[in-house]
């Protein structure tokens, strides 16, 4: 019987310390066509940001950060410490300019120009999603995609508009 209460006690214990989160995340690509759209095309198209990587990081416990990967539905479940501020980032804010470069490298045509390095360095400083004090147990927001460069943060679209 006190092997029971001991058991009781340690789950007691080492439940206090984190909560369960849910997040889901969504991948906005706006309308980026040439024709008119309906209003359906207009609002842009939603889909479940599937099996991408994101850096949950807790700014007064660093070393408690995780790097979870979403499901093929855009979701993750799991445990996180309690009342500790997280900001979430895409794992590809979390690497070198120099990774990020290698991974984006495209070959631009005269429609694209490179993003310079402070740009980067800021849109690496903007976190995702941040959750005050894991007030909640369910997260849901979204990453968006830009037209004809989609998620690559490395170059932008200057050409023309489709008419």
Not at 11 to 20: A, L, R
Not at 22 to 34: A, E, L, R, T
Request: aromatic share 12%; hydrophobic share 35%; glycine share 6%.
């Amino acid at each position: 019987m006190k092997f029971f209460y001991l058991l009781l006690l340690i789950f007691f214990y080492t439940s206090c310390g984190t909560q369960k989160l849910m997040i889901h995340v969504d991948k906005w690509q706006p309308y980026c066509g040439g024709a008119r759209p309906t209003d359906e095309q207009a609002k842009g198209e939603k889909t479940a940001f599937s099996n991408e990587k994101f850096k949950l990081h807790f700014k007064d416990k660093p070393s408690l950060d995780l790097i979870i990967t979403l499901d093929e539905k855009g979701n993750w479940n799991g445990k996180i410490p309690k009342n500790l501020s997280c900001a979430i980032f895409r794992l590809d804010k979390t690497i070198s300019l120099d990774q990020l470069h290698k991974k984006y490298t495209v070959d631009l045509g005269s429609f694209y120009s490179k993003i310079d390095e402070k740009e980067l360095i800021e849109w690496q400083s903007q976190a995702d999603f941040i959750l005050q004090n894991n007030q909640s147990k369910s997260v849901n927001f979204e990453v968006s995609a830009n037209c004809f460069v989609g998620l690559n943060p490395c170059i932008r679209y200057i050409g023309p508009k489709p008419q």
